[in-house]
């Protein structure tokens, strides 16, 4: 980023040789994923850190809704390998210590198809009674070995190689033992639909920040609202990812190829920073720290939230913040430094994790996949609007703005949905 706010390009480490490139662009897409790997139970990639989001709050570009991470009901229990809902589409059912298919009390109509929130919560909500399984309570089971071993064969093959690789089930015989897992990350970078990143100014909630644009799961163009529906992740990648493509042509035709010559010194504080994590003479292994993070996270901010969780993790989330300034980075090489890399890594997921608790405790309602136990009704009369979280680098504090939701569509074809209260 320039003086100007302008995005010029970008650093980028090569991990086969240790070499340092630095790239300059028009325009920069920003299409790093989400963050889940910031909690202790997740279906992410080990590579969603959080990377895009995170370098655009240390630029002072602020994240939008936060708040709102879904969880998927039922990943596999310790991995969090994802058992998807087709499972249960195709006749499975969830069944607490008891034997008994617990969802017909809190979905009766849809029942082990409701969404995944109100599955998340019946799930958490049946251990939190003492009904979960396994030696410490706290999971439940999937049940599918009801159905004929050919439809399971056919229809299911992946999750039936996956409970025998990552949970030792014969998916034919016995259940399998899921827990609720982080998912999807509905929040991020704030943009329009053409995919360009916006920061409010001066009044304007739309202020494009130039050269930068951002799609997928690193973006916030709110498609999603407080909770994502299944396969809609596709669209923000699909669809917006075009649209970033799109913009840039259109952008490119009509200003030209012709960009200015980066400033002598652009990128030095990038490598300034990676050295000094390199050399740092600390006595904080990236393993431990992270570690206390993501138990933090799955604690104090995951399905259930209430006031005095988060704000217990938002200052534990600040302490290892501070923490991370004890970082010792044990491999010394540049050659495909792994530890560097998931030190790296670390950092951008403690500034995520930051924000999401942070806006997570000021949003004093339940709206999707942000369930409040202390603020169980939807509140749009104060809290239909979008959290703006700013991270402010050097002090590890996050502070809070807000921007309206759109309630019209971009054509007349197609009438806006006004909110209603979702029923089962």
């Known amino acids: 980023m320039d003086d100007e706010g302008a995005c010029r390009g970008c650093i980028a480490l090569c991990l086969e040789d240790g070499t340092i490139h630095r790239f300059r662009s028009k325009y920069t897409v920003l299409a790093t994923g989400g963050y889940g790997r910031a909690y202790f139970c997740c279906t992410s990639a080990r590579s969603c850190s959080g990377d895009g989001t995170a370098m655009a709050a240390r630029a002072g570009i602020p994240q939008e809704d936060m708040e709102f991470v879904q969880f998927h009901p039922t990943g596999i229990y310790g991995p969090g390998v994802l058992i998807t809902e087709g499972a249960r589409g195709e006749g499975g059912f969830l069944i607490n210590s008891e034997g008994e298919r617990f969802m017909e009390r809190y979905a009766p109509t849809a029942k082990d198809l409701a969404s995944r929130d109100v599955v998340s919560r019946a799930i958490t909500l049946e251990i939190m009674a003492g009904r979960g399984v396994g030696p410490k309570k706290d999971h439940v089971l999937l049940q599918l070995h ?22 030792g089930v014969d998916l034919t015989k016995e259940p399998i033992p899921v827990l609720p897992t982080v998912h999807y990350n509905m929040g991020g970078i704030p943009t329009l639909w053409t995919g360009e990143v916006v920061k409010p100014r001066a009044g304007d909630q739309n202020t494009i920040v130039p050269g930068l644009l951002a799609c997928g799961e690193a973006a916030c163009a709110s498609v999603h609202g407080a909770n994502r529906l299944g396969a809609n992740s596709l669209l923000d990648l699909v669809v917006f990812g075009r649209s970033c493509a799109n913009t840039i042509i259109f952008n490119l035709a009509r200003d030209g190829v012709s960009q200015p010559e980066l400033p002598a010194n652009a990128g030095e504080a990038s490598i300034a920073k990676m050295d000094g994590l390199l050399h740092n003479n600390g006595d904080m292994p990236t393993s431990i720290l992270r570690g206390r993070m993501k ?17 217990e993790g938002y200052s534990l989330i600040q302490e290892c913040l501070a923490d991370f300034k004890r970082i010792k980075v044990h491999d010394q090489s540049r050659i495909w430094n792994q530890n560097l890399v998931e030190t790296l890594e670390l950092e951008n997921l403690l500034i995520n994790s930051a924000i999401t608790v942070k806006s997570a405790l000021e949003r004093k309602e339940s709206r999707g996949a942000h369930a409040r136990d202390d603020y169980q009704e939807r509140d749009d009369v104060n809290w239909m609007k979008h959290t703006l979280a700013y991270y402010e680098p050097g002090k590890d504090t996050v502070t809070l703005d807000y921007r309206p939701v759109h309630n019209w569509t971009l054509t007349n074809d197609v009438k806006p949905f006004p909110p209603k209260k979702r029923v089962y």
């Open 146 to 167: 009801h159905l004929p071993e050919d439809i399971l064969k056919a229809r299911l093959p992946g999750i039936t190689e996956s409970a025998r690789t990552f949970a």
């Open 295 to 311: 138990e933090i996270m799955q604690k104090h901010a995951a399905v259930f939230r209430v006031e005095g969780l988060l704000q």
